[in-house]
């Protein structure tokens, strides 16, 4: 069982940049890759960005291309999400997710095993 807090939301400008962390529970997180997904309301949830589990392969939205960076610290049991030049269309409810030993384009396969429970992400106009 792996359990996942995210932090890091908040109400910001548009511009702006925040970053969010994933944080998990147990011995195995370096066995695991990690994806950023988000929802906005009336919309459905979306795969933002991932990162295999060794660290050597990144997904990302092309709507997020080149303002966002997903990052892991296996030290840290953690996983980032940094988010540079924020729009209001970047609004909604972030959550990150676990997937076992997952690389390549299996990163883009929605379906992952673990979820946390969100954090909120406002960007204002």
């Known amino acids: 069982q792996v359990q996942l807090v995210e932090s890091g939301g908040g109400l910001v400008q548009t511009g702006d940049s925040l970053r969010l962390s994933c944080t998990t529970s147990?011995?195995?997180?370096?066995?695991?890759?990690m994806g950023w997904f988000r929802q906005a309301p009336g919309k459905e949830r979306e795969l933002v960005a991932a990162?295999?589990?060794?660290?050597?392969?990144?997904y990302y939205a092309d709507s997020v291309k080149g303002r966002f960076t997903i990052s892991r610290d296996n030290a840290k049991n953690t996983a980032y999400l940094q988010m540079n030049s924020l729009k209001p269309e970047d609004t909604a409810l972030y959550y990150c997710a676990a997937a076992y030993r997952r690389i390549g384009s299996s990163l883009k396969n929605p379906n992952y095993d673990y979820w946390g429970q969100g954090t909120q992400v406002t960007v204002s106009s």
């Open positions: 990162i295999s589990y060794t660290g050597g392969t990144t």
């Open positions: 147990g011995r195995t997180f370096n066995s695991y890759a």
